[in-house]
């Protein structure tokens, strides 16, 4: 809308902050109200702007009056202010993305699962290596197309990567939805951890009895950590979201401070976000492959620790990137 | 329209009087100085917000956030006290105001 570019462009010099933001805010607000006000009383579009902006005046009189100097040097306009709806969608795209990268682990364990449990079936079965194969390709194909589909929405997600405005009504209700969502979390990690313990089951049954041999054992196990891990995922990117939002969501009183003192950090989150789960599945697939055999009955929990480091290793980098 | 130079020293004043009716915000209050003056006196926004800014900073109004309506959150003023007072200071000094000037910038017909 004009108006709130041209209320952008007279602020644009101007620092950011809570005072400041403030006006901006009101004094759009107003204009706004005229301008709406304007064209209901039957005035054109083109009438309404021009009323409006003829009695916005000149900033150069309030600035002096508020005792506010100009930034010669800009920063400020370059970092957006996420309001509400801009906020609840991050967090709507996190979980959607947590879900299909916990669904996308899940489908290349079924792959593997289900390519190691018709190798069990052998000699039932004509050609069970021809047949695993074929089983394991679509779950393979649809898991990685499913992690690189999220690695690439990642990128639209970059805006809330860097600092940005967060206001503190808005940042308290965020904290406070972060706290609401522990018990979900704590929950996540509980089926989770639960569906992995469960995940020993068909492997002793298949280990130590003959109702199930140790193929299709190890393939139903990794069924129920691929399940386990859609749990750690989903729970994980869902309240990381909330994370992200409260540590580059900046209160616009301090925000020069802040945004210089994580500038250098910011590209950082991305690269782990964008090879850390391609990396795991290579090198899980990768161990699986070449040298194979038993190696299948562990690698799982390649998935598992990713998911529980992921943070981890994320705060791990920082570090040592920031020292 | 009349000369905002003519009218400047009053800008604080106007917006004293009106929150002495009762709590306001931006825009209601620059439609009601257009609208009681039947359009003859336009407020500019920044004037009215750096008359904000300095009744603020003299404690003769406070502002606070009102709720949202039509999805804006609006910042609300309130007069003071001290408010209060100062406004019936310059009440008083406008009554003498205009009888000075009356009595020497009045046109004709009395002389």
């Given amino acids: ?73 800009k920063t400020v306009d370059h970092y957006p202010t996420m309001e509400s709806d801009a ?101 996540s990690i509980m089926m989770g951890v639960a569906l992995c313990i469960l995940s020993f089951v068909p492997l002793l049954i298949g280990l130590w009895t003959t109702t199930l041999s140790v193929l299709p054992g190890i393939g139903l196990m990794l069924v129920l950590i691929g399940i386990g891990v859609v749990f750690f995922v989903y729970g994980g990117n869902s309240y990381y979201a909330f994370t992200v939002l409260l540590e580059n969501g900046k209160d616009p009183a301090c925000f020069e401070e802040a945004v210089k003192a994580d500038k250098r950090m910011k590209k950082l989150n991305y690269i782990i976000d964008e090879i850390y789960w391609p990396v795991i599945v290579l090198v899980y697939l990768g161990l699986g492959f070449i040298i194979g055999g038993n190696v299948w009955s562990w690698s799982w929990i390649l998935f598992v620790l990713g998911g529980i480091l992921e943070d981890t290793v994320k705060a791990l980098f920082e570090s040592i990137y920031k020292s | 329209m009349i000369s905002s130079d003519v009218i400047r020293g009053y800008n604080d004043t106007f917006l004293l009087s009106l929150l002495s009716e009762q709590d306001s915000y931006g825009y209601a209050l620059s439609k009601e100085i257009k609208e009681r003056t039947g359009g003859q006196y336009v ?21 606070y956030a009102g709720n949202i309506t039509q999805g804006k959150k609006r910042t609300y003023y309130r007069i003071t006290e001290d408010g209060r007072k100062y406004l019936e200071h310059k009440q008083q000094e406008w009554t003498l105001t205009k009888e000075v000037i009356d009595k020497l910038v009045e046109r004709g017909e009395n002389k």
């Fill in chain 1, 87 to 187: 906020v609840d969608g991050y967090i709507k795209s996190r979980q959607t993305m947590g879900l299909r990268i916990g669904l996308g682990v899940w489908s290349i364990l079924t792959g593997v699962g289900g390519m190691l449990t018709l190798f069990g079936l052998a000699p039932t079965l004509n050609m069970p290596g021809v047949i695993g194969v074929i089983f394991l390709l679509p779950f393979l194909i649809i898991g990685i197309g499913l992690l690189i589909m999220e690695g690439l929405r990642s990128r639209d997600l970059q805006a809330y990567q860097s600092p940005f405005v967060l206001l503190p009504d808005l940042r308290d209700e965020i904290a406070d939805r972060k706290k609401a969502y522990e018990k979900s979390l704590a929950f």
């Fill in chain 2, 43 to 63: 407020i500019k926004e920044t004037t009215m917000y750096s008359a904000f800014s300095r009744l603020k900073k003299n404690k003769l109004i406070e502002a």
């Fill in chain 1, 1 to 73: 809308m004009i108006i709130r570019e041209y209320v952008e462009q007279m602020f644009k010099s101007v620092p950011l902050t809570e005072e400041t933001y403030q006006l901006k805010q009101d004094m759009l607000a107003n204009m706004e109200d005229k301008y709406e006000h304007l064209i209901a009383e039957g005035a054109t579009e083109n009438e309404a702007l021009g009323v409006v902006i003829t009695e916005f005046g000149n900033i150069d009189e309030l600035l002096t009056e508020m005792g506010i100097r100009k930034d010669t040097e």
